[in-house]
Nanobody
Framework: QVQLVESGGGLVPAGGSLRLSCTAS????????MGWFRRTPGKEREFVAA????????YYTVALKGRFTISRDNAKNTVYLQMNSLKPEDTAVYYC?????????????????WGQGTQVTVSS
C-alpha cells in the first residue's frame, strides 16, 4: 500500500512558477514509476508527466514539455513537478500517482495509487 500526499499548489500570476511535491509513504517508493495528472472543470483527468523508478527516463504530454519538469528523490520518497511560465489554462487540480508497471505512462488506469490532489490557480 502506498499513500501519496501532494503539496505546493496555490495561486500564482501568469508567467510565474510553482513546484509541486508528492511524498509517498512506505518503503517501496523506489519500485514505482510516478506520474502527474491534472483535471480542469468539465474535463477528464489528463496526463502531464511521468518518471520511471530510477528517474532516468521522463515522459511528458507534448503540449507541456519545455515548461514542466518532473523529477524524483527516492531517498526522500518524493516526486516533484516544476512548472514554469504558467498560463491561466494550467489552472487545475494536480494529482500524483504511482504505477507498478504497464505499457503506457499516460494511461490513468495503469496507476495503482493516487493522491488527493492540489489546486493550482494561475491568474491572468
Amino acid at each position: 500500500q502506498v499513500q501519496l500526499v501532494e503539496s505546493g499548489g496555490g495561486l500564482v500570476p501568469a508567467g510565474g512558477s510553482l513546484r509541486l511535491s508528492c511524498t509517498a509513504s512506505g518503503r517501496t517508493f523506489s519500485s514505482y514509476s510516478m506520474g502527474w495528472f491534472r483535471r480542469t472543470p468539465g474535463k477528464e483527468r489528463e496526463f502531464v508527466a511521468a518518471i520511471n523508478w530510477t528517474g532516468a527516463n521522463t515522459y511528458y504530454t507534448v503540449a507541456l514539455k519545455g515548461r514542466f519538469t518532473i523529477s524524483r528523490d527516492n531517498a526522500k520518497n518524493t516526486v516533484y513537478l516544476q512548472m514554469n511560465s504558467l498560463k491561466p489554462e494550467d489552472t487545475a487540480v494536480y494529482y500524483c500517482a504511482a504505477r507498478s508497471g504497464g505499457f503506457d505512462y499516460s494511461t490513468k488506469s495503469e496507476y495503482n495509487y493516487w493522491g488527493q490532489g492540489t489546486q493550482v490557480t494561475v491568474s491572468s
